[in-house]
T-cell receptor
Framework: DGGITQSPKYLFRKEGQNVTLSCEQN?????MYWYRQDPGQGLRLIYY???????QKGDIAEGYSVSREKKESFPLTVTSAQKNPTAFYLC????????????FGQGTRLTVV | GEDVEQSLFLSVREGDSSVINCTYT??????LYWYKQEPGAGLQLLTY?????DMKQDQRLTVLLNKKDKHLSLRIADTQTGDSAIYFC????????????FGSGTRLSIRP
C-alpha cells in the first residue's frame, strides 16, 4: 500500500537534546513538507522540499533542520535551539509543483520533559 | 501576502447542513483544498476545487468558490456524528510553487 509513514508516534525529549523525527513515503512524490501544529493555530510550515538534495525554509524554520538525500525520506531534526518544541508534527508529501494535493502522515507528538 | 482565514468553531445539529467558510488572499492560487483532521491523526484530503470552477459536488460535500471575493465554502449535507473533526482550508499559490498554505482550522461539533 502506498502511503506516508511518520515515526515514532510519541517522542519525549529532555531539554538540551536534539531529536530526529522520521518521515518516509512510497508514493513517488517529489515534494515533501514538515508542519508544526499547536492548539488553535492550525498548521505552520517548518521546511519543504521540492526535489532531492534541495529544501527551503518555511515560516518557522528556526531551531529545526532537515535533509533530503533520498526522494522517499525527509527527516526533521528538532535542535536544542528550538525553545518551545512541544507540539504535534505533521509530515506530508505531494506529487509536484502544480497539483499540490498533500498526503499526510499520522503525526508525531513531541513532548519536552 | 499569503493568508487563509477561517472561523475557529462551528456547532450544528445532527441531520442539519454544516457550512464552513474560508477566505484567502492569493488570487493566483491554482487549487484550493479542504482537509479533515480527526483527533490525534494526520490530515485527510476531503476534496479540492480547481480555480476555474465555481462549484464541485461530491456526495454529501459541496464546495463553492467565489473568486471575486476570494471566498471558499464547504457544505456538508445531513451532518452526522462522524463528521465531528477539524476542517482545514488550504491554498496552493502559483507564486510559491509547491507551498501549501493552511488556515487555522474550524472545529465542527455535532449536537444531538
Amino acid at each position: 500500500d502506498g502511503g506516508i509513514t511518520q515515526s515514532p508516534k510519541y517522542l519525549f525529549r529532555k531539554e538540551g537534546q536534539n531529536v530526529t523525527l522520521s518521515c518516509e513515503q512510497n508514493l513517488n512524490h517529489d515534494a515533501m513538507y514538515w508542519y508544526r501544529q499547536d492548539p488553535g493555530q492550525g498548521l505552520r510550515l517548518i521546511y519543504y522540499s521540492q526535489i532531492v538534495n534541495d529544501f527551503q525554509k518555511g515560516d518557522i524554520a528556526e531551531g529545526y533542520s532537515v535533509s533530503r538525500e533520498k526522494k522517499e525520506s525527509f527527516p526533521l531534526t528538532v535542535t536544542s535551539a528550538q525553545k518551545n518544541p512541544t507540539a504535534f508534527y505533521l509530515c506530508a508529501s505531494s506529487p509536484g509543483t502544480v497539483n499540490t494535493e498533500a498526503f499526510f502522515g499520522q503525526g508525531t507528538r513531541l513532548t519536552v520533559v | 501576502g499569503e493568508d487563509v482565514e477561517q472561523s475557529l468553531f462551528l456547532s450544528v445539529r445532527e441531520g442539519d447542513s454544516s457550512v464552513i467558510n474560508c477566505t484567502y488572499t492569493d488570487s493566483s492560487s491554482t487549487y484550493l483544498y479542504w482537509y479533515k483532521q480527526e483527533p490525534g491523526a494526520g490530515l485527510q484530503l476531503l476534496t479540492y476545487i480547481f480555480s476555474n470552477m465555481d462549484m464541485k459536488q461530491d456526495q454529501r460535500l459541496t464546495v463553492l468558490l467565489n473568486k471575486k471575493d476570494k471566498h471558499l465554502s464547504l457544505r456538508i449535507a445531513d451532518t452526522q456524528t462522524g463528521d465531528s473533526a477539524i476542517y482545514f482550508c488550504a491554498e496552493s499559490p502559483y507564486s510559491s510553487a509547491s507551498k501549501i498554505i493552511f488556515g487555522s482550522g474550524t472545529r465542527l461539533s455535532i449536537r444531538p
